[in-house]
């Protein structure tokens, strides 16, 4: 149980393209997910939290313009990176609670999705 | 600010020996506390979490919780080459985000 997927595991763009990155719940329904950045050598950053049917919540210096969360259902939330650029070239991970399960603070992860800007 | 802290390692011990992996954390608040592991170019997977004072246990691996001294641990018995990861300590605060160490990277040499 407790399965997260994300699509896709990897992608390369060019500058100044959108990337579109989709986060689902298989198994349960998940009422908040998370979005993570990771650079390489350096642990897991929040970037925002998504609670369905309303705004996300962004971290402190995350600008909410560039990176879009939209999460319409209970088991889909999606991260649109606008206008990426190199520097946006990171490890993106989404994870999600399970409502039901025997600790609901507990996060399962995807499997990450690799963005290259080139 | 809500720190959690945890040597970075590298930390590492012969196959079939006890590895120990420490972390502490600033808010006395945090109610919940996990353990992830996390293989190179991967993304974390959860080993277990605890919540009450004390030790629990799972399988090869046990999570220590002392909440007067805010230290969790993670032991791990009869280290197997398959365990060289890094291990990531999480709190649990009370909006009920997860804040996580720095990780420890182990290596469990054969």
């Known amino acids: 149980g407790a399965v997260v997927s994300q699509h896709p595991s990897w992608v390369i763009c060019k500058s100044g393209t959108s990337v579109k990155i989709e986060c689902r719940s298989l198994?349960?329904?998940?009422?908040?997910m998370f979005w993570y950045r990771q650079f390489p050598k350096q642990s897991l950053m929040l970037m925002a939290t998504s609670n369905e049917g309303s705004k996300a919540t962004y971290e402190q210096g995350v600008e909410k313009d560039k990176f879009l969360i939209n999460h319409a259902s209970l088991t889909l939330s999606t991260l649109t990176v606008t206008s990426a650029h190199p520097e946006d070239s990171s490890f993106y991970i989404c994870?999600?609670?399970?409502?039901?399960?025997?600790?609901?603070?507990?996060?399962?992860f995807g499997p990450g999705t690799r963005l290259t800007v080139l | 600010q809500k720190e959690v802290e945890q040597n970075s390692g590298p930390l590492s011990v012969p196959e079939g020996a006890i590895a120990s992996l420490n972390c502490t954390y600033s808010d006395r608040g945090s109610q919940s506390f996990f353990w992830y592991r996390q293989y190179s170019g991967k993304s974390p997977e959860l080993i277990m979490f605890i919540y009450s004072n004390g030790d629990k246990e799972d399988g090869r691996f046990t999570a220590q919780l002392n909440k007067a001294s805010q230290y969790v641990s993670l032991l791990i018995r009869d280290s197997q080459p398959s365990d060289s990861a890094t291990y990531l300590c999480a709190a649990s605060g009370s909006a009920r985000q997860l804040t996580f160490g720095s990780g420890t990277q182990l290596t469990v040499l054969p």
């Open positions: 198994d349960f329904q998940a009422t908040t």
């Open positions: 994870s999600a609670r399970d409502p039901a399960g025997a600790s609901t603070d507990t996060q399962y």
